[in-house]
């Protein structure tokens, strides 16, 4: 009864969602912070006032949540961590970019497309530029639904084997791409490793590699201290960058990802949408998305707090003799000397606190650790302690 693509397909596994007990959840790189107070508000008003909005369908192109987006982006430079917050005589905070990540052109809402979370971008992305016919080249650990995209919708892989730091081996992803005559997709910074390409990197990549294929930076953890490539679009037409809510805008539950590229590309990924589903975001969750650029100065600040915990954390891993990549990200990829990482999961779980293991061969022995609130980390180091 069943087709032969659904008897080959591989579904992605989440961190898991407990329900027999209440545990601090350190194991989905979710945001420990709750979503800006002015969203609620936004949210809760937008529904009393508007009680029609919710029985007729919403905007197809979400074009004022589009706009809110590039105007963020242009106020932080897409790093909210190091964005400059500012509060004037009245109170009001407003938020400017750093000097290292200042756009130099003006984003806009025509270079923006919106989706039901970035999963669902990147499965557009996918189907939009690559195909069953050539190899799609990717590093050998990064974010584990490439695969499973991949084999939905049956383009084959060619993955390659990371440095011994954890890092992206750089020459070696743009030989496999060239001899493949592939397109490119990694994480940048990467998971689980964390590490990132500097702006750069990425750019030499994109001078060397073919212009005619397209290139993927997915950046969900950037506002946590990478670089972004978002300056490098104006250079390069093959550039597509995608980007979520549910890591540095505390916005998980509420699904929201986007992608950043040239007219062109957004277009065709619109024409992928709208071939499937005319209207995949709701009118809440594209008001809370509006609400939620405006107010970037707070989840800068939350961005902030979670670097430095951070951190914090990874100079205490180090002091506890454990194996630790530095991070650009909220989470930490940490190995014990004196277990393995199945037995480490575990003995943390016991003791109410989840973190995430991977099975996959090369880092069966790590964990990835999520950064909490510092009170939930000193909890955690509690427990590293005991081990």
């Known amino acids: 009864m069943l087709s032969t693509r659904m008897n080959n397909l591989h579904p992605y596994v989440p961190g898991e969602q407990p ?157 496999e791409a060239k001899k493949n005559n592939s397109g ?49 679009l104006k250079e390069f037409k093959n550039l597509v960058i995608v980007r979520t809510f549910s890591k540095s805008l505390c916005g998980a539950g509420q699904r929201l990802g986007f992608i950043v590229a040239n007219p062109e590309l957004v277009q065709a990924v619109t024409t992928v949408k709208n071939s499937l589903n005319h209207f995949p975001l709701d009118a809440v969750s594209q008001t809370a998305g509006e609400e939620a650029c405006k107010n970037a100065w707070y989840y800068a600040e939350c961005a902030r707090k979670v670097s430095e915990e951070r951190d914090s954390f990874v100079s205490f891993l180090k002091e506890k003799g454990w194996e630790v990549n530095p991070s650009q990200t909220n989470f930490v990829l940490a190995r014990c000397p004196k277990m393995g990482g199945k037995e480490v999961y575990e003995f943390i779980k016991k003791q109410g606190i989840l973190v995430r293991h991977f099975a996959t061969k090369g880092i069966e022995n790590y964990v990835r650790i999520t950064i909490g609130t510092k009170e939930q980390m000193n909890e955690l180091k509690k427990i590293i302690e005991m081990i």
């Open 184 to 232: 490119i997709i990694f994480a940048n910074p990467n998971a689980p490793s964390g590490l990132g390409l500097t702006r750069n990197q990425v750019r030499e990549l994109l001078l060397k590699a073919n212009p005619e294929k397209i290139f993927v930076v997915d950046e969900a953890y950037c506002d946590f201290g990478g670089e972004s490539s978002i300056p490098l």
């Open 19 to 175: 329900k027999d007990r209440i545990y601090i959840k350190l194991n989905a790189n979710e945001n420990p912070y709750p979503t800006c107070q002015n969203v609620i508000d936004r949210v809760c008003s937008f529904i009393k006032e508007n009680p029609m909005k919710l029985s007729l369908y919403p905007d197809p192109d979400s074009l004022s949540l589009h706009k809110a987006i590039a105007d963020m982006l242009n106020q932080t430079g897409g790093v909210l961590t190091r964005a400059v917050v500012k509060e004037d005589s009245d109170g009001k905070k407003t938020v400017t970019p750093s000097p290292q990540d200042k756009i130099p052109f003006e984003v806009t809402p025509e270079m923006i497309y919106t989706g039901n979370g970035s999963d669902e971008v990147l499965s557009f992305v996918f189907y939009a530029f690559f195909s069953s016919s050539e190899k799609l080249t990717l590093p050998e650990f990064t974010y584990s639904f490439y695969p499973v995209y991949a084999g939905f919708y049956d383009i084959p892989m060619q993955t390659v084997p990371m440095k011994d730091d954890w890092s992206i081996d750089t020459e070696k992803l743009l030989a």
